[in-house]
């Protein structure tokens, strides 16, 4: 993936309500169409990749100097490696499932379902879309069928149809295969869906990954295939801040970022890692062990404390031999499922699975969450609970929201 600079302009704007995933668009229509850009990028904010916009950019170019007019927009396909794996995970989160069929010749979009109920595709809808000013007239259009259709309703005027409601997915991408202009992108690097505050451990897993991958541990801080400043963590208004990973040792299990600041006490067998992300001025005592946790900036882990499975806000203190931690989900057992079985035996052996069993709070991703300012004290236990800022915690939580 190469990094190109380009003349771009971004620009925050809030909708005066929730408008759907394409109702905002259409009402900022002027905004974004200031300037006359030649096309724009929209991107869902929930979502985390490698982003390879500029690659996007270069695709929707080549496509468009081919077919010798404007395209109607490309589309981010994501490839997944396990297929199996990616759309059990994603119905387990009840999420949304768009599909793209593209003629494997061409990369033009044929046809795009949300959820099927069969597989007609291994192409996933990303998130990601390049378009230009034909998309408003396709908005434009969707506004006006919306409208139609609520005052024909005998529901009108009820609250019940909002046509300033605008759904990327049915009301722009189901239609687009029909004019014959549409591409896809394929992408088969790491892709995610942020829906819950597990779902950012899961981000923080990806992108330490990828950095260890890259080879961006402390002895090849040179090996960076981004624009990054000279100067290690030092920001320059031009660059981006060096990302250096800890070293494998007895007390690093990589990939594990440690940011320079953090004060740590590798005595008496502490041991951080893998998936671990620690922040600004965050002092780790001796014997501590973090494993698969984004600590953040200003807390303070005390000797012999464990966390595990959890996100600790800022300005934390977790007391000596404390523990926060989350069951978590174990990937690996759902595709040995998998494996095992397949069709409603799969779906009765998955629901039966520990990892699936909602106990406690639900949809917590079976992590724990201490919110800023947060004091365990000594040896108190906190299990998949999430807990509200500034309180103290002196006795054991399991499965709680602290209020």
Not at 48 to 53: A, R, W
Not at 262 to 283: F, H, L, M, R, W
Not at 355 to 364: A, E, M, P, R
Not at 367 to 372: R, T, V, Y
Request: aromatic fraction near 8%; glycine fraction near 8%; hydrophobic fraction near 35%.
């Amino acid at each position: 993936m190469k990094y190109q600079r380009r003349n771009c302009s971004i620009k925050y704007l809030k909708e005066f309500k929730a408008l759907g995933t394409a109702g905002g668009l259409y009402f900022f229509r002027e905004e974004i169409m200031k300037g006359n850009p030649d096309n724009f990028l929209v991107i869902h904010g929930d979502i985390v990749c490698e982003f390879p916009l500029s690659d996007i950019i270069d695709f929707y170019e080549a496509k468009q100097e081919l077919s010798k007019q404007k395209l109607d927009g490309v589309l981010f396909g994501i490839k997944p490696t396990n297929y199996d794996l990616f759309t059990t995970m994603k119905n387990t989160e009840k999420s949304s499932l768009g599909v793209i069929v593209s003629d494997k010749t061409t990369g033009k979009v044929v046809h795009y379902v949300e959820n099927p109920e069969t597989k007609i595709s291994d192409v996933f809808n990303g998130g990601i879309y390049l378009f230009n000013d034909q998309l408003f007239k396709r908005l434009g259009n969707a506004k006006i069928s919306k409208i139609t259709q609520a005052q024909n309703s005998s529901n009108f005027g009820s609250g019940h149809d909002d046509e300033d409601i605008i759904s990327m997915e049915t009301d722009i991408l189901r239609n687009l295969p029909e004019y014959g202009n549409t591409y896809v992108y394929e992408y088969r690097g790491f892709w995610h869906a942020i829906k819950t505050p597990a779902d950012a451990l899961t981000a923080n897993k990806l992108y330490l990954e990828k950095l260890n991958k890259a080879g961006l541990s402390s002895t090849n801080p040179s090996a960076v295939s981004s624009p990054i400043s000279s100067t290690p963590l030092h920001r320059r208004q031009d660059t981006v801040d060096r990302i250096i990973l800890q070293q494998a040792s007895v007390n690093i299990v990589p990939p594990v970022f440690i940011h320079p600041t953090a004060k740590i006490d590798y005595e008496q067998g502490t041991k951080i890692g893998p998936y671990v992300s620690i922040g600004e001025n965050v002092v780790v005592g001796a014997g501590a062990r973090i494993t698969n946790s984004i600590v953040l900036d200003d807390v303070t882990i005390r000797s012999g404390a464990l966390i595990s499975n959890s996100i600790i806000s800022y300005n934390c203190t977790i007391g000596s031999w404390a523990r926060v931690e989350g069951t978590g989900i174990n990937t690996a057992s759902i595709t040995e499922i998998l494996k095992q079985a397949g069709g409603e035996k799969f779906k009765e052996l998955l629901a039966a699975h520990e990892s699936f069993k909602v106990i406690g709070i639900k949809d917590s991703g079976h992590i724990s969450i201490l919110g800023s300012g947060t004091d365990v004290s000594e040896e108190a236990y906190v299990l998949n609970s999430f807990i509200l800022p500034n309180k103290s915690i002196k006795h054991d939580v399991k499965y709680e929201i602290v209020m």
